[in-house]
């Protein structure tokens, strides 16, 4: 997403990805690390063209002295885009990571009915996507685990959980707050091997250079899945794509990003010509997809 106006890419893809909803009341969480500010950022940036009501949650677990630093950073953030910030402490006394979990999700639930939200963002990234895939491919997971994370579940009765920046990278995101001057923290336990998480994260940083295309190809290899398994409008317009080119014997080699040009022209109910691969295109018209084919 580099170029002279990343931000904008980020934008793009919040807006595009169909997760975020016009008119939604948001909750971000910002825990004041470099993914959450830019998500705040990101969303400020649409807040007018997409009619969006923010507001900030940081949660601080009490589990290391650092994380009031965190909270001022999120203090500053706020201030920065003029947006409401609710704070909590949870005293858990514990350190395991599926209580603390829980109980961030149940403050942030908390907070969002107190605003009147009924989203909650989080700044989940591809890489998070990533090593979620591969901690449940490792326990032997199902097609449920290879979904990972979903980009958009419930919580709470009328509070869902919203996830925008699933296909995004954490270096474009940190590349963000340093073009556009924000602050961020670093959470030091990111760099604690004794945690499964960050063992599979360092494996991972390993493989990326011989697999530049990684988090992308597990990221959309996660939603694929997920929205199969869910059967949503837009895996019904995925199929209705692939399977006109399928009938024409033309299905191999097409890349999955044409694919999607097509279906999100469809979900708007546009018409258009997309260029599939060499010598073939699929022309959208109001009754559906058609292949056209070139020498």
């Excluded at 909270?71 to 402490?89: G, K, Q, S, W």
């Excluded at 901690?135 to 290879?146: H, S």
């Excluded at 579940?153 to 996830?163: C, K, T």
């Excluded at 270096?171 to 073009?179: A, F, G, K, N, Q």
């Amino acid at each position: 997403m580099r170029g002279s106006h990343p931000e904008r890419a980020i934008e793009q893809a919040i807006a595009q990805g169909g997760v975020v909803r016009e008119g939604e009341r948001i909750v971000v969480a910002c825990s004041g690390g470099p993914d959450s500010v830019a998500l705040v950022a990101a969303l400020h940036a649409l807040a007018s063209p997409m009619r969006l009501a923010l507001s900030i949650a940081h949660v601080n677990h009490g589990v290391r002295a650092s994380a009031y630093q965190d909270e001022c950073v999120v203090m500053r953030v706020a201030a920065n885009f003029a947006l409401p910030l609710d704070v909590v402490a949870l005293q858990l006394g514990e350190k395991d990571e599926a209580a603390m979990r829980s109980a961030r999700y149940a403050a942030l639930a908390q907070i969002a009915r107190k605003r009147g939200a009924g989203a909650v963002a989080t700044a989940h990234h591809a890489e998070d996507q990533s090593e979620t895939v591969l901690l449940a491919l490792f326990r032997g997971t199902g097609p449920d685990g290879l979904g990972g994370m979903e980009t958009r579940r419930p919580i709470e009765d009328g509070i869902d959980l919203i996830r925008p920046l699933l296909r995004v990278g954490s270096e474009d995101l940190r590349y963000y707050c340093h073009v556009s001057g924000l602050p961020y923290a670093i959470d030091p336990t990111n760099e604690d091997a004794a945690l499964r998480r960050n063992a599979v994260r360092e494996a991972l940083q390993a493989l990326r250079p011989s697999f530049p295309g990684l988090d992308e190809a597990v990221a959309r290899a996660a939603e694929l899945v997920s929205s199969e398994r869910a059967g949503s409008p837009r895996a019904e317009l995925r199929h209705r794509v692939r399977e006109a080119l399928r009938e024409q014997g033309q299905l191999a080699d097409v890349d999955f990003e044409h694919v999607e040009a097509a279906v999100r022209t469809m979900e708007n109910g546009g018409t258009g010509r997309f260029l599939m691969k060499a010598g073939v295109a699929l022309r959208i018209e109001r009754s559906g997809p058609a292949v056209e084919k070139s020498n």
